[in-house]
Nanobody
Framework: QVQLVESGGGLVRPGGSLRLSCAAS????????MAWYRQAPGKERELVAV???????NYADSVKGRFTISRDNAKNTVYLQMNSLKPEDTAVYYC???????????????WGQGTQVTVSS
């Protein structure tokens, strides 16, 4: 069994900051990409940022320069530092990890349960 547990969401004023964390636990040999997605009410889930196991990162245009993804491979944890938050950043944020459970196993996507981020004055 593999679990992803997110934390760090909440209510913040426009211009404020939040840091999300997502820790993977269970039967894990290694993790490829770790990513953050978000889904606002009435909208499709969208990719926010992704970090490869080698440290390469990529961001949605809407968050470039404001959000930073990082990871601690020793802790199987990925973070999302969100600065200069805007009301349009309001959404449920989900982490996803491409998990390899044992050497030679195919990678499988695992999702977290989601954490609410609300940006409002």
């Amino acid at each position: 069994q593999v679990q992803l547990v997110e934390s760090g969401g909440g209510l913040v004023r426009p211009g404020g900051s939040l840091r999300l964390s997502c820790a993977a636990s269970g039967d894990i040999s290694s993790i490829n990409d770790m990513a953050w997605y978000r889904q606002a009410p009435g909208k499709e889930r969208e990719l926010v940022a992704v970090s490869s196991s080698g440290g390469r990162t990529n961001y949605a245009d809407s968050v470039k320069g404001r959000f930073t993804i990082s990871r601690d491979n020793a802790k199987n944890t990925v973070y999302l530092q969100m600065n200069s938050l805007k009301p349009e950043d309001t959404a449920v944020y989900y982490c996803k990890a491409e998990i390899i459970r044992w050497i030679g196993a195919p990678p499988r996507d695992q999702w977290g349960q989601g954490t609410q981020v609300t940006v409002s004055s």
